[in-house]
């Protein structure tokens, strides 16, 4: 049935790239489903293009046309959330981070922002005319319906993934498409859990009870806890959550996720994108259990909250004695984003049972090879605050767990320096003492 307008719309990638002009802002797609073809294709038209924005986030592979512009006169990346590659972008002055609360980036592409083309990745078509969003839905909807032309990059091996709504693009909203082959997805192998995440997940798994809603990030203690919640004996779990990892899949295969008691979605695993190795990919293809959201939905607090018992688990890089969490830079040097992070902060506490923990180690060695802490009296001169100190719950390291809600400014001082690490608890004292938020007692 669509088979004479797919044909009619299906060009080559330098035919599709020609509408890009100069001065436009491209929607380039997020995490794993950058579209590497037409990314190549751009790059070819370097010399004939200038001030092009770019907006995508976390890069996981190569992009032509940001390798091929060391000046940044061409190509501008303005980013949704900084990963490794983009770290080094920043600090050459290549990149530029957008500030967010992720679950409003739809209503910020629909109501403030510019966005002319769209550039994403795909799965092939179905029957019906509907290309699969596959593993990233996040905002490509709100894109799409702002966009002047839309140009989609099918990849076979992109899995059709289930939804809820938003998770798919029909042909006759596509200007031009671009088929790609077989590409593959780039891999995001899940950080090896260190003793100290071990310790750290320790603390958290205890209050995690059955038929509690599941929200992960990504990274060493939230994998560490994943492999634990597999090995424990929880059970009716549900999931609901921002990204997707490798750490679900291992719960779903231990038995440990049904969702039957969820309040929203029940008996489906809910998120926005997902990145990992290619065991996660395999499982989302034309899995009827998932169901891919906008962000809107996913991280919306007031929708996640309506899911009981829902425990959200996020790191953190450090936080001060007031109770402020900085989880994105290092002093004024942009680490990664804020992402989600007070979107479930805010649900978790929100929702019937549930809890938000921020996990951070105590310490962490800096460039000159010195032990600092990550717990601070005050923060470090530049630093983001990503969760206000209003908003934090639980706060975990390997010496424990504390819950700063309802604290007085005394109260929650005690509380961080008691899961500092013992070498700094002395000049914590000292330096709480000079802010007159420490209580002498006994």
Known sequence: MYKEEYRKKCVSADEAVKVVRSGDWVEYGFAASMASVLGEALARRKEELHEVNLRGGVIMGPLAMIDCDPSGEHFIWNSWHFGGRERKLGQAGLAYYIPIKYSEVPRYIREN?????????????????????????????????????????????????????????????????????????????????????????????????????????????????????????????????????????DMVAAGKVTGMCKQRDRGRIVFAFAAGTQKLYDFMRDNPSLAAYPVDYTNHPFIASQNDQLISINSALEIDLAGQVCSESAGSNMITGSGGQLDFVEAAYNSKGGKSFICLPSTYTDKSG???????????????????RTTVHYVVTE??????????????????????????????????????IWRKRG
């Open 113 to 249: 922002l510019q966005t002319d083309v769209v550039v994403i990745q795909v799965a092939p078509m179905d029957d019906y005319g509907y290309f699969s969003f596959g593993v990233t839905v996040s905002h490509y909807a709100a894109a799409i319906e702002k966009a002047r032309n839309v140009i989609v990059e099918v990849n076979e091996d992109m899995p059709r993934v289930h939804g809820g709504y938003d998770h798919t693009v029909h042909i006759s909203k596509v200007d031009y498409i671009v088929e790609g082959g077989h590409r593959g997805l780039p891999q995001l192998p899940s950080a090896a859990a260190s003793e100290l995440d071990q310790k750290i997940a320790s603390y958290v798994l205890p209050e995690i009870k059955n038929g509690a809603c599941i929200q992960l990030g990504i990274g060493g203690m939230p994998n560490a806890l994943g492999q634990m919640i597999a090995a424990s004996d929880l059970k009716d779990l549900g999931i609901h959550t921002e990204m997707l990892v490798d750490g679900f899949v």
């Open 399 to 436: 010496y424990g767990k504390v819950n700063l809600k309802g604290l007085s400014s005394w109260q929650r001082a005690e509380a961080l320096i008691s899961i500092a690490h013992p070498d700094f608890r002395e000049s914590l004292i000292a330096e709480a003492q000079k802010l007159r």
């Open 370 to 388: 010195q032990v600092q802490s990550r717990i601070k009296s005050v923060m470090t001169l530049g630093s983001l605050i990503t969760d206000t």
